[in-house]
């Protein structure tokens, strides 16, 4: 598994990213999860050749996740501003 594999789906800026995933990288993430889900239930170890290496988890919903606090941080500013009447 990956370290964005892990983040709590439970947050609507999470669930926001993860719409904006390609249908790959959702099928990806989605594997990884069963396989983990899989061995877990098996009480099995993942093969160590086939442990995720720390130079190759890179952060592919790290980008999205920040694209979308930046997006909600624009909304809440432009939907807390005051109009004043003259």
């Given at each position: 598994?990956?370290?964005?594999?892990?983040?709590?789906?439970?947050?609507?800026?999470i669930?926001?990213?993860?719409?904006?995933?390609?249908?790959?990288?959702?099928?990806?993430?989605?594997?990884r999860h069963?396989?983990?889900?899989q061995?877990?239930?098996s009480?099995?170890?993942?093969?160590?050749?086939?442990?995720?290496?720390?130079?190759?988890?890179?952060?592919?919903?790290?980008?999205?996740?920040e694209?979308?606090?930046?997006e909600?941080?624009?909304?809440?500013?432009?939907?807390?501003?005051?109009t004043?009447?003259?």
């Open positions: 598994m990956r370290y964005d594999d892990l983040l709590r789906e439970e947050t609507p800026i669930q926001e990213a993860i719409s904006r995933l390609s249908r790959e990288e959702i099928d990806l993430r989605n594997y069963r396989r983990a889900f061995l877990s239930l009480h099995q170890e993942l093969p160590s050749p086939q442990w995720t290496k720390a130079e190759d988890d890179v952060k592919y919903l790290q980008p999205l996740i694209e979308v606090r930046q909600y941080a624009e909304r809440d500013a432009f939907n807390s501003m005051r004043v009447r003259k």
